[in-house]
């Protein structure tokens, strides 16, 4: 195999290219640059209002829109120093979950499991797996119902405001998301045995695993940031402890924590929390031969599967409460506008994301930073191709390449999140 | 007669239109019917042009986008745009009102960037169909294939987001002193906005001749001048009508 570089990667949200370079049989060098069209939201986004920029900010990606519409609406009620309600909290929570169960969904079965079972695309498995296909279908298109019922819409929901929402879920899509919630749980049994015909890659490359963690539960809308290597700090002191880095070949923004490449996402927050993942998920773990902890990136994918039936455990548990005990009439509190900074994070499917804001007298953005989740494991990504390719110099370059497609897939980088990225 | 072969392709943007079609129940069986083509988002074969029909999501984001976008038209009999980006520049237009060097600095700190001006692709290239919104209805994109597959032209609305607020009976946002944009906006979302509690904010562009002047009026009444110029500013400043109130000039 000599150098390769190839256009764009298929099955990934965005634009994405890679390239490996070899010299004499060595790997001299290893790249993974979006070249998505630079975008500029941190930018733009100041001189706009608290109100309005956290609907802007799910624009940043139509496959996890709530988590930026939550952490942006989240560090705009930091900078307000507004707290939300619990039910707030909760309702906030199902749009989330409902959110990494259809990314997951999409990401699991029809971007990542056909190179798992080598074929092209989620329609190459029709004729073969129909049923299976058809199940996943039916699991995504509950899982948006469930942001379509407390957010107003799966991409790009509206009913989300500060300190709470502009209108509730009505008792009969209470009762019609448990009833779907309930359906997701038997439809998992089929998609984790349609899983299990998948033959992940062997691979192995520890490296650091960095999440939210939280005592009170597996944290996915709110927690502290925490690593597999005993790191721990606030997520407001985000600053302090991952560096950013600017390099040539790329002028790409990559991070690195103490100088070193660092994982987030599914397989992170499966290494980090496993104790908090729910009896059934950890069962579903076992099935599928994921060992706690997991070096293996490629288990992302696997990882992902097992947090599906862990989150519509805990979708289940919020609205059988809700069931008996009906929403409360709440309205969006009063706002005070003052000047304030704010930073929040949540877990997006893809992992941590950070919004950090400065605000005026007057509600407008002065300053504004996001940190995304494919950013912060691109280092990580270059490190592992590294890796993968020294490990399988042997193979035909066309496998090669695809099994480097595979692993960046399995990762399942979200490009137009990745703001600071730039072409060279 | 052959399939008809259509193709779909993403530009800079947030993909969410192009999944919003694909989570429209009725997509995988519509496009069954199809020769179905380039698919960068969900499929990793590639097929060579010509296209019968093309949808493209997104703007062109840099120099290397508008050539391959140019390329993408010569190889198409007819061309959709789909989405916001694609039709009116979306809420990526907003940045044209910063100097670019400046905003380009901000984010990267000096790094040399390739960053074109936001257009829609009809800045660069002749558009044949326009399926508007942010994200664009996955319900108008399914709808659109339909009727290019029995040969019907395609049509969507062109009336005020009004209309189906009346039709789906939420009571008016502006009767309620709340700012919108509905009497201006095109419809065919089906208004999800106003019924969720927030109003129209303007995602696909203007109506069939937009009374803008009677508009500001009411506005005038629930909003700041620079809060109504921002309000313009979302999603379509580049359209004419909308362009003089985006541009700062309100009475």
């Known amino acids: 195999m000599s150098s390769h570089e190839v256009e764009l990667i298929t099955r990934v949200e965005g634009h994405a290219v890679y390239a490996v370079d070899l010299e004499k049989g060595e790997v001299k060098s290893v790249r993974f640059a979006p070249v998505e069209g630079a975008r500029l939201f941190e930018a733009w986004l100041r001189q706009r209002h608290y109100d309005e920029v956290y609907f802007f900010a799910s624009r940043i990606c139509g496959f996890c829109p709530v988590s930026h519409n939550l952490a942006s609406v989240k560090a705009v009620e930091a900078a307000l120093q507004v707290q939300p309600s619990e039910q707030t909290v909760k309702l906030r929570k199902i749009m989330n979950f409902g959110e990494h169960l259809q990314s997951h969904c999409i990401h699991v079965f029809f971007l990542s499991l056909p190179d798992f079972v080598g074929a092209e695309s989620a329609f190459a498995l029709l004729p073969q797996y129909g049923e299976e296909v058809k199940a996943a279908v039916e699991f995504r298109d509950h899982a948006n119902y469930l942001i379509e019922a407390v957010g107003g819409r799966p991409v790009h929901p509206m009913a989300t405001a500060v300190g709470g929402f502009r209108r509730l879920p009505t008792p009969t899509q209470i009762a019609e998301m448990l009833s779907r919630a309930r359906q997701m749980k038997k439809l998992l049994e089929k998609l984790v045995d349609f899983y299990s015909k998948a033959k992940v890659p062997e691979f192995s490359r520890e490296t650091e695993y960095l999440g939210l963690q939280s005592q009170l539960e597996y944290a996915l809308y709110d927690g502290c940031l925490a690593s597999t290597k005993g790191f721990k700090a606030e997520v407001e002191a985000y600053k302090q402890h991952i560096e950013e880095e600017v390099r040539e070949y790329s002028t790409a923004k990559y991070y690195t924590r103490e100088g070193k490449p660092f994982m987030v996402g599914a397989l992170a927050r499966f290494n980090l929390n496993y104790d908090q993942l729910s009896d059934d998920a950890k069962e579903t773990a076992e099935t599928l031969g994921l060992k706690h902890p997991t070096y293996n990136s490629f288990h992302n994918t696997t990882a992902q599967l097992v947090e599906m039936v862990h989150d519509v455990d805990e979708v289940l548990k919020i609205l059988e409460e809700f069931q008996d005990s009906g929403l409360k009439d709440e309205r969006p509190p009063k706002v005070e506008v003052k000047p304030g900074k704010g930073t929040a994070s949540v877990e997006a499917p893809r992992g941590t994301l950070i919004h950090s804001y400065e605000m005026d007298g007057n509600g407008l953005l002065r300053e504004v930073d996001i940190v995304t989740p494919t950013a912060m494991s691109l280092n990580n990504v270059e490190a592992d191709m590294r890796v993968l390719v020294k490990e399988n110099l042997n193979l035909p370059r066309e496998k090669l390449a695809s099994l480097v497609e595979a692993l960046i897939r399995a990762y399942d980088p979200c490009i137009s999140c990745s703001v600071h990225f730039l072409r060279k | ?251």
Do not use: W
Not at chain 2, 111 to 125: G, H, M, T
Not at chain 2, 154 to 166: S, W
Not at chain 2, 225 to 242: D, G, P, Q
């Open chain 2, 1 to 251: 007669m052959g399939k008809l072969k259509v193709a779909f392709f993403d530009f800079t943007s947030c993909n969410g239109c192009l999944l919003s079609m694909i989570n429209h129940p009725e997509f995988v069986e519509v496009v069954s019917h199809v020769e179905l083509a380039d698919f960068r988002l969900v499929r990793s074969l590639k097929v060579e042009g010509p296209f019968d029909v093309s949808f493209v999501e997104g703007y062109p984001g840099d120099s290397h986008e508008i050539e391959r976008l140019k390329k993408i038209r010569e190889q198409s009999n007819m061309l959709v745009a789909l989405g916001a980006c694609a039709c009116t520049g979306s809420i990526q237009s907003i940045r044209n009102f910063f100097d670019l060097e400046e905003a380009a600095n901000y984010v990267y700190k000096g790094v040399k960037k390739d960053i074109a001006e936001v257009k829609p692709l009809d800045a660069y290239v002749e558009v044949d169909f326009y399926l508007p919104g942010c994200p664009a209805s996955g319900a108008e994109a399914v709808q659109t294939l339909k009727a290019l597959l029995v040969g019907r032209k395609p049509e969507i609305p062109m009336h005020a987001v009004c209309v189906e607020c009346k039709l789906r009976e939420t009571e008016c946002v502006l009767v309620q002193g709340i700012p919108c944009l509905g009497p201006v906006t095109r419809g065919g979302c089906g208004a999800p906005c106003p019924a969720a509690g927030y109003f129209c904010d303007g995602c696909r562009g203007p109506c069939s001749d937009p009374n803008v002047a009677s508009e500001v009026e009411i506005l005038r009444k629930l909003l700041g001048k620079e809060e109504i110029v921002r309000l313009f500013r979302r999603y379509a400043s580049l359209k004419e009508a909308f362009k003089e109130v985006a541009e700062g000039k309100v009475e």
